[in-house]
T-cell receptor, first 114, second 116 residues
Framework: AQSVTQLDSQVPVFEEAPVELRCNYS??????LFWYVQYPNQGLQLLLK??????LVESINGFEAEFNKSQTSFHLRKPSVHISDTAEYFC????????????FGRGTSLIVHP | GAVVSQHPSRVICKSGTSVKIECRSL??????MFWYRQFPKKSLMLMAT?????????EQGVEKDKFLINHASLTLSTLTVTSAHPEDSSFYIC????????????FGSGTRLTVV
């Protein structure tokens, strides 16, 4: 079975500073990887995903994540954060083939201070 | 991607009553929908997989008689919390699996249930 570990439960950062939210996964087979963002009292929104091809994937709002197979990681980065990026971020993994139900990490709360 | 509407966004009910939460896929025919429960500062816990025209598949530890799921059409799944207790208070979120090569999931906006 697959598992997802988000090492940081909370990441405080100042506005315009860079940020990295860490995600590691465990799986014996190939996986699809996702990052979701959740604003207070809302559902999850897909931020970006890795299915195949280039290991660096980008979102439209400046976030990027890099799939590192050897380190089984899919860390999320942004070079300069905004106040509006304050939210909960979830990493998720889904197996290629087999069960199509994703497994979510416990989430990382990104808090951007002015 | 798919558009998912969840209703109501907030509901307060008395202990012992039942509450129905609706999840609609507005532009996508969803044979499968998922229901999650989210505790404060916790990740999502998959409760059940809702299958159109058949019985839902519940995860271990989830009481199927308490959390009734009905998926009568390709665009609507409902979750009914029966005989609600304060410990059922939580944030409930539905999700639709997008088809094709997208492999993504679209989530509803969630329902905050408070049982008093």
């Amino acid at each position: 079975a697959q598992s997802v570990t988000q090492l940081d439960s909370q990441v405080p950062v100042f506005e315009e500073a860079p940020v990295e939210l860490r995600c590691n996964y465990s799986s014996s087979v190939s996986v699809y990887l996702f990052w979701y963002v959740q604003y207070p009292n809302q559902g999850l929104q897909l931020l970006l995903k890795y299915l195949s091809g280039s290991t660096l994937v980008e979102s439209i709002n400046g976030f990027e994540a890099e799939f590192n197979k050897s380190q089984t990681s899919f860390h999320l980065r942004k070079p300069s954060v905004h106040i509006s990026d304050t939210a909960e971020y979830f990493c998720a993994v889904r197996l290629l083939g087999g069960s199509y139900i994703p497994t979510f990490g416990r989430g990382t709360s990104l808090i951007v201070h002015p | 991607g798919a558009v998912v509407s969840q209703h109501p966004s907030r509901v307060i009910c008395k202990s012992g009553t039942s509450v129905k939460i609706e999840c609609r896929s507005l532009d996508f025919q969803a044979t499968t929908m998922f229901w999650y429960r989210q505790f404060p500062k916790k990740s999502l816990m998959l409760m059940a997989t809702s299958n159109e025209g058949s019985k839902a598949t519940y995860e271990q530890g989830v009481e199927k008689d308490k959390f009734l799921i009905n998926h009568a059409s390709l665009t609507l799944s409902t979750l009914t919390v029966t005989s609600a207790h304060p410990e059922d208070s939580s944030f409930y979120i539905c999700s639709v699996r997008e088809g094709g090569a997208n492999y993504g999931y679209t989530f509803g906006s969630g329902t905050r249930l408070t049982v008093v």
